[in-house]
C-alpha cells in the first residue's frame, strides 16, 4: 500500500531564504507526482507535475525533483516570500486505470518578512 | 480557459439530512475525481468518474455516492449526515487518460453537519 509522507510538517523562515521541502513515498511504481499548494480554506493550486520518466520540473522559482529509485521528491523555492506562505502537499498516482491520487500529509510554510 | 468550479461553497445541514454537491470540470476534461479533507485524516479519495463510469472508489460507507453525467458534471450525494462528515469535499478535474495527466482542483465546498 503506497504511503506518501512528507517531513518537515511545518516550517518557519524569514523571506529570502531559499528552502527545500521533502516527499517521500513507499512504492516506486509512480506514474507522476504533483505538488500543490494550499491556501487556508481553499482548493488546491497545482504547482508542478512530473513524470516517472522525468528528473525535475522547473515553473519561475520553483524547481521539483523526483527520485523515483529512492522514492523522494523535493519541491525547492527560491528566495521566499511572505506570499509563499501555505500548505505545500505532494501526491502520486500509480498510473494504469486510476487517477487517484495519493496525497502526503503535507508541510505548513510561514515565510516571515 | 474557466477552472473547475464547485458548488455550493458552504452549506450546512443537520445530523441525518442528505446532501448533494456539484462540479463542473474545466472545459474539455472528462475524468472527474472527489476528495475529502479533514484535519485529522488529511486528504482522502473517494471516488473518479470518467464518461459517466465510476472508475475507482474510495474506502467510504454507502452513504456517499456520486455520477457524472454526458457533460462531464459531476455531483455527489452524502444520506443520513453524521457529525463526522462534517469537512471541506474537493473535486479535481484532469486530461485523463491523454498525456500527463495533471489534476486541477476546485474551491472546495465546505459542508458543516450540526
Known amino acids: 500500500k503506497q504511503e506518501v509522507t512528507q517531513i518537515p510538517a511545518a516550517l518557519s523562515v524569514p523571506e529570502g531564504e531559499n528552502l527545500v521541502l521533502n516527499c517521500s513515498f513507499t512504492?516506486?511504481?509512480?506514474?507522476?507526482l504533483q505538488w500543490f499548494r494550499q491556501d487556508p480554506g481553499k482548493g488546491l493550486t497545482s504547482l508542478l507535475l512530473?513524470?516517472?520518466?522525468?528528473r525535475e520540473q522547473t515553473s519561475g522559482r520553483l524547481n521539483a525533483s523526483l527520485d523515483k529509485s529512492s522514492g523522494r521528491s523535493t519541491l525547492y523555492i527560491a528566495a521566499s516570500q511572505p506570499g509563499d506562505s501555505a500548505t505545500y502537499l505532494c501526491?502520486?498516482?500509480?498510473?494504469?486505470?486510476?487517477?487517484?491520487?495519493?496525497f502526503g500529509t503535507g508541510t505548513l510554510l510561514a515565510v516571515q518578512p | 480557459k474557466a477552472g473547475v468550479t464547485q458548488t455550493p461553497r458552504y452549506l450546512i445541514k443537520t445530523r441525518g439530512q442528505q446532501v448533494t454537491l456539484s462540479c463542473s470540470p474545466i472545459?474539455?476534461?472528462?475524468?472527474v475525481s472527489w476528495y475529502q479533507q479533514t484535519p485529522g485524516q488529511g486528504l482522502q479519495f473517494l471516488f473518479e468518474?470518467?464518461?459517466?463510469?465510476?472508475?475507482n472508489k474510495g474506502n467510504f460507507p454507502g452513504r456517499f455516492s456520486g455520477r457524472q453525467f454526458s457533460n462531464s458534471r459531476s455531483e455527489m450525494n452524502v444520506s443520513t449526515l453524521e457529525l463526522g462528515d462534517s469537512a471541506l469535499y474537493l473535486c479535481?478535474?484532469?486530461?485523463?487518460?491523454?498525456?500527463?495527466?495533471?489534476?486541477?482542483f476546485g474551491p472546495g465546498t465546505r459542508l458543516t453537519v450540526t
Open positions: 479535481a478535474s484532469s486530461s485523463w487518460p491523454r498525456q500527463g495527466h495533471e489534476q486541477y
Open positions: 512504492d516506486s511504481a509512480i506514474y507522476n
Open positions: 512530473i513524470q516517472s520518466s522525468q
Open positions: 501526491a502520486v498516482t500509480r498510473g494504469g486505470a486510476t487517477n487517484k491520487l495519493i
Open positions: 472545459s474539455g476534461h472528462r475524468s
Open positions: 468518474y470518467f464518461s459517466e463510469t465510476q472508475r
